[in-house]
């Protein structure tokens, strides 16, 4: 078997864990300006934002994005 690592760069993260270090590093506000979704500018929370990028994959791949592009740095 290949042991090398995967040069997937979100291999081994959460959903959960990816949003929350977003919310951390750029606040809800932040969050919604970089990526306009309504989850994030209503009364916006974890939880309901996971429900809604569970859902809907296009919001996901930007908030995944946004993600990989932070670590890029």
Same mark, same amino acid.
């Given at each position: 078997?290949?042991?090398?690592?995967?040069? #997937? /760069?979100?291999?081994?993260?959460? *959903?959960?864990? %990816?949003?929350?270090?977003?919310? +951390?590093?750029?606040?809800?506000?932040? &969050?919604?300006?970089?990526?306009?979704?309504?989850?994030?500018?209503? #009364? /916006?929370?974890?939880?309901?934002? *996971?429900?809604? %990028?569970?859902?809907?994959?296009? +919001?996901?791949?930007?908030?995944?994005? &946004?993600?990989?592009?932070?670590?890029?740095?």
């Amino acid at each position: 078997m290949d042991s090398t690592p995967s040069k #997937d /760069p979100l291999h081994g993260v959460t *959903l959960k864990q %990816l949003l929350t270090e977003l919310v +951390a590093e750029h606040g809800w506000t932040g &969050l919604a300006a970089r990526v306009d979704i309504r989850c994030f500018r209503f #009364d /916006p929370s974890i939880n309901s934002s *996971l429900v809604f %990028l569970r859902r809907t994959p296009w +919001a996901r791949k930007k908030v995944e994005e &946004l993600y990989v592009q932070g670590k890029a740095r």
